[in-house]
């Protein structure tokens, strides 16, 4: 009997040996890089949606310029590397930037190194960081769901509740029927919800909103969601419904300067112009940091709009 006791001992010492083991070994890591992100954070200015508005802690309307920015892989294969575009971005007056992480891109060293580095050099210049998922749901569409979901986990683990960080999961939502494409990006909402990450959410191309039947167009239940549309297919919407921001917006002749909608360039460089008035992208992030004062270090600083 005795015999018989120390063996069932053994084998569960043995068996929670081998569920220890199973354990991914950065998931300690992702607990303390959470911890540091969010003390660094904690000195950031929080936003929040109200209605059809981005506003900063002391309830002034804030309006986001940026630019797109090619995969950190892409970046760092090239001349102009992340650190010295963060740079020039911050310099010409952008407040935000959209980083694409790619699936190939995802190793258990890459986010809680290489990303949230290019977070942290970012917030500490000024600029809010979108982390974007960058690929489109679409046939087949249930798998595409579950790795864009995956994905959004990923980025919680260590970024969630980051005041500079918004998460992006899909570019777009293709292949279903408007109620569905709505009830999925209602998934991602939840899922981060869910993860008590209350980080703003980017939901791309909205096209159920645009839907006839006024059930089926209905804006997603939750808090801090926006909605990422193209200039070009702005006229669809009801723009004073709901949180928008322009993704692609570089290479519209619409001009959106009253608009008081977020525009992300498609890309930058100091002689981007905006074809619409001519005006180079530094100019016109400048002019309209003047008109929506707004500094993610220090909420303070801003001034109500002239």
Avoid at 169 to 192: E, G, N, T
Wanted: proline share 6%; with cysteine.
């Amino acid at each position: 009997m005795k015999t018989l006791r120390q063996l069932i001992l053994i084998v569960a010492l043995l068996a929670q040996a081998a569920l220890v083991a199973c354990v991914p070994r950065w998931s300690g890591e992702a607990q303390s890089i959470a911890a540091e992100m969010t003390a660094e954070a904690a000195r950031l200015c929080r936003l929040h949606v109200d209605g059809p508005a981005i506003r900063d802690e002391a309830g002034r309307r804030v309006v986001l310029h940026g630019a797109n920015l090619p995969t950190l892989t892409e970046m760092n294969a090239s001349d102009y590397k992340p650190d010295a575009r963060l740079r020039d971005l911050a310099a010409a007056g952008a407040k935000i930037v959209r980083l694409r992480v790619a699936d190939d891109e995802i190793t258990p060293t890459f986010i809680p190194g290489p990303v949230t580095d290019f977070v942290r050099q970012a917030n500490r210049l000024g600029l809010l960081v979108i982390l974007s998922w960058g690929d489109i749901v679409q046939t087949p569409v249930n798998q595409r769901v579950n790795d864009a979901e995956s994905w959004l986990r990923l980025m919680i683990d260590y970024l969630k509740n980051n005041p500079g960080v918004w998460f992006d999961p899909a570019d777009a939502i293709r292949d279903v029927s408007p109620v569905r494409q709505r009830a999925i990006a209602q998934r991602f909402v939840d899922v981060a919800r869910g993860y008590n990450a209350h980080n703003i959410i980017v939901i791309n191309q909205p096209d159920w909103l645009t839907d006839p039947d006024p059930d089926t167009r209905q804006l997603l239940s939750g808090d801090n969601i926006v909605y990422g549309i193209d200039v070009e297919t702005m006229n669809r919407y009801l723009l004073d419904a709901a949180p928008f921001v322009f993704t692609r917006w570089q290479n519209s002749r619409v001009a959106v300067d009253d608009l008081g909608i977020g525009m992300i360039a498609s890309t930058y460089t100091p002689n981007s112009t905006n074809p619409s008035n001519g005006v180079t992208l530094q100019r016109y992030w400048q002019q309209q940091a003047a008109r929506y004062p707004f500094d993610l270090r220090d909420c303070r600083s801003s001034a109500p709009q002239r």
